[in-house]
Structures are given as structure tokens and as C-alpha cells.
T-cell receptor, first 113, second 115 residues
Framework: QKEVEQDPGPLSVPEGAIVSLNCTYSNSAFQYFMWYRQYSRKGPELLMYTYSSGNKEDGRFTAQVDKSSKYISLFIRDSQPSDSATYLC?????????????FGQGTILTVHP | DTGVSQNPRHKITKRGQNVTFRCDPISEHNRLYWYRQTLGQGPEFLTYFQNEAQLEKSRLLSDRFSAERPKGSFSTLEIQRTEQGDSAMYLC?????????????FGPGTRLTVL
């Protein structure tokens, strides 16, 4: 079983919809949680970064972390066709392991006009 | 552009050949990472450097793989005796060590195809 599980989708939504992306994890040592966006044949781009449990909002994006359930989410409001990409969750334990990110499989999102 | 750069962007090679990739991190970043990403999967950690010291290596990094960061600036990743299973996107990321975890910025990747 992988340390981080992410539904690969694909997910297709109409423009303007609210998108919910999720990851679950098994390693209770994870303390730092990130969401990356990756366009086709490009490197991942950092969207959101959260430490421990709680919510964080940045424009149309909201990241939520529930450490008790080992579950993280990314919400995209008013989705746009330009949001079409693969969304990757990533996590790290901090401490001596904080150089290493463990990624989910990625969810492919398509927002159609 | 002051982001992470990687060269070459694409590499096609025959099985058994050696290949070398280069990564140039963001100039003030002291940490550098290599990841490998296969089609439909998320990146998998390979190794990372703090300045010129290689601090962690994944079990994925077999003895055919070697990485260096000789002066704490750019890094090279060499794969010897390539196999078809080495075909993947090789991603480099850099960060500046700070409190807690560090924010990693990724390059565009080098796509390797082994025939």
C-alpha cells in the first residue's frame, strides 16, 4: 500500500464549478502538506503549503488538512479552463526527513467551457 | 528567468548507454533534489543535496545511478547502462533551507526514453 493515496480521476467539470480534490495518507509523521499543479510535460508548480491541521485560503484555492483522519483536500472555486491540469498532493515529515516529499498519484482535472 | 533549469529537456538513448542530466537550481538555494516521474504517477524521491553534501538517497537509486553537486551549485545525475525501465521524466527541484520543511521549486524536467 502506498503512503499517499490520491484518486487519479480523471475529473471533468464545467467552468465555474467547485472542484474538490483529496488525498489520504498512512504515515502519521507527515506534518507538512502541499498541493502542486502540473501542466502536461511541465514540472510541478507549488499551489498551496500547509503545516499541520487547519485551513488555508489563497484566492480561489482552499487547502484543508485533517491530521486526525489523515486526509487532506484542495478546493477550487469558480474553476476556469486554465485550471485544467494534473493536481498532485505532496507531504513531508519534517525533522531529518524534510528534504523528501512523498507525492500522491495525481488527479487529472479538465474544466470545460 | 531565474527558475530551476534542466538540460537536456529530452534524451533518447539505446539500452546499455550512459546518460547524464544537468540541473541548475535557483541561485540562492542551498538544497537540491532529484525525483523521477513515470507516466500517470506522481514524482518519486531519488536523492537530495544540501550544498555539496548528498544527505539522503532513496532505495530507488540503484548502483547504476550517481548524482553529484560538486561545488554546491549545479548538479548532475548519471545513469549507467540504461535499461528500458529507466524511461521516465527526471525532475530537479531546489529550495532554501528554513524553518520546518522547505518549499521546493521544480524545473521542467528531462524526459528520458530508452529504446
Amino acid at each position: 500500500q502506498k503512503e499517499v493515496e490520491q484518486d487519479p480521476g480523471p475529473l471533468s467539470v464545467p467552468e465555474g464549478a467547485i472542484v474538490s480534490l483529496n488525498c489520504t495518507y498512512s504515515n502519521s509523521a507527515f506534518q507538512y502538506f502541499m498541493w502542486y499543479r502540473q501542466y502536461s510535460r511541465k514540472g510541478p508548480e507549488l499551489l498551496m503549503y500547509t503545516y499541520s491541521s487547519g485551513n488555508k485560503e489563497d484566492g480561489r484555492f482552499t487547502a484543508q488538512v485533517d491530521k486526525s483522519s489523515k486526509y487532506i483536500s484542495l478546493f477550487i472555486r469558480d474553476s476556469q479552463p486554465s485550471d485544467s491540469a494534473t493536481y498532485l498532493c505532496a507531504m513531508s515529515a519534517g525533522g531529518t526527513s524534510y528534504g523528501k516529499l512523498t507525492f500522491g498519484q495525481g488527479t487529472i482535472l479538465t474544466v470545460h467551457p | 528567468d531565474t527558475g530551476v533549469s534542466q538540460n537536456p529537456r529530452h534524451k533518447i538513448t539505446k539500452r546499455g548507454q550512459n546518460v547524464t542530466f544537468r540541473c541548475d537550481p535557483i541561485s540562492e538555494h542551498n538544497r537540491l533534489y532529484w525525483y523521477r516521474q513515470t507516466l500517470g504517477q506522481g514524482p518519486e524521491f531519488l536523492t537530495y543535496f544540501q550544498n555539496e553534501a548528498q544527505l539522503e538517497k532513496s532505495r530507488l537509486l540503484s548502483d547504476r545511478f550517481s548524482a553529484e553537486r560538486p561545488k554546491g551549485s549545479f548538479s548532475t545525475l548519471e545513469i549507467q547502462r540504461t535499461e528500458q525501465g529507466d524511461s521516465a521524466m527526471y525532475l530537479c527541484a531546489s529550495s532554501q533551507q528554513g524553518w520546518g520543511t522547505d518549499t521546493q521549486y521544480f524545473g521542467p524536467g528531462t524526459r528520458l526514453t530508452v529504446l
